[in-house]
T-cell receptor, first 114, second 111 residues
Framework: DTAVSQTPKYLVTQMGNDKSIKCEQN?????MYWYKQDSKKFLKIMFS???????INETVPNRFSPKSPDKAHLNLHINSLELGDSAVYFC?????????????FGPGTRLLVL | KQEVTQIPAALSVPEGENLVLNCSFT??????LQWFRQDPGKGLTSLLL?????REQTSGRLNASLDKSSGRSTLYIAASQPGDSATYLC??????????FGGGTRVLVKP
């Protein structure tokens, strides 16, 4: 019973391509997040959605566009991929925000841009 | 802007020794302080969450303390085991309800 799942687990692609990463949670949570973990292992928030509404949008290039078709899903579409986009992308969810409770993380999507 | 720092970046101990992991944060106006564990190639697993009104939180062999005035939290792991080998991250909610993570401490427990 996977709580937060992501697909694909690995993604290798060429520079300039467009790709999507999908995330689904079966915890009934209202809030979902996308994080990026770079090669130095620093984990940074990218986006947060609450009930399909964008509530956090960090300084992320507009090549990155999150989409939340319903509150159980938060997908990440990346246009015109660049070498610097290579990282591990984690999806997470919580019922409320981080000021009140912890988050549940997916296993990550390892993106390599060649 | 909240900044979270973890020192040391890596730690190696023999099995059975107690582990002490440090976390410091710059903005003491935090709602809580959270500790996570990350295994290689895996996502993060929540270990402990200490509310700002608490001084410590315990779960089994894990104990986390919080000193808001000095901007510090410490995670103690008693009687370490090889299965405790992982990266441990601390995080604090910042302004705008965003979770700010430290760089992590990579722990190796040698049998």
């Amino acid at each position: 019973d996977t709580a937060v799942s992501q697909t694909p687990k690995y993604l290798v692609t060429q520079m300039g391509n467009d790709k999507s990463i999908k995330c689904e949670q079966n915890l009934g949570h209202d809030t979902m997040y996308w994080y990026k973990q770079d090669s130095k292992k620093f984990l940074k928030i990218m986006f947060s959605y609450n009930n399909k509404e964008l509530i956090i949008n960090e300084t992320v290039p507009n090549r990155f566009s999150p989409k939340s078709p319903d509150k159980a899903h938060l997908n990440l579409h990346i246009n015109s991929l660049e070498l610097g986009d290579s990282a591990v992308y984690f999806c997470a969810s919580s019922q409320r925000g981080p000021s009140q409770e912890t988050q549940y993380f997916g296993p990550g999507t390892r993106l390599l841009v060649l | 802007k909240q900044e979270v720092t973890q020192i040391p970046a890596a730690l190696s101990v023999p099995e059975g020794e107690n582990l002490v992991l440090n976390c410091s944060f710059t903005d003491s106006a935090i709602y809580n302080l959270q500790w996570f564990r990350q295994d290689p190639g895996k996502g993060l697993t929540s270990l402990l969450l200490i509310q700002s009104s608490q001084r410590e939180q315990t779960s089994g062999r894990l104990n986390a303390s919080l000193d808001k005035s000095s901007g510090r939290s410490t995670l103690y792991i008693a009687a370490s085991q090889p299965g405790d080998s992982a990266t441990y991250l601390c995080a604090a909610p910042a302004a705008g309800n965003k979770l700010t993570f430290g760089g992590g401490t990579r722990v190796l427990v040698k049998p």
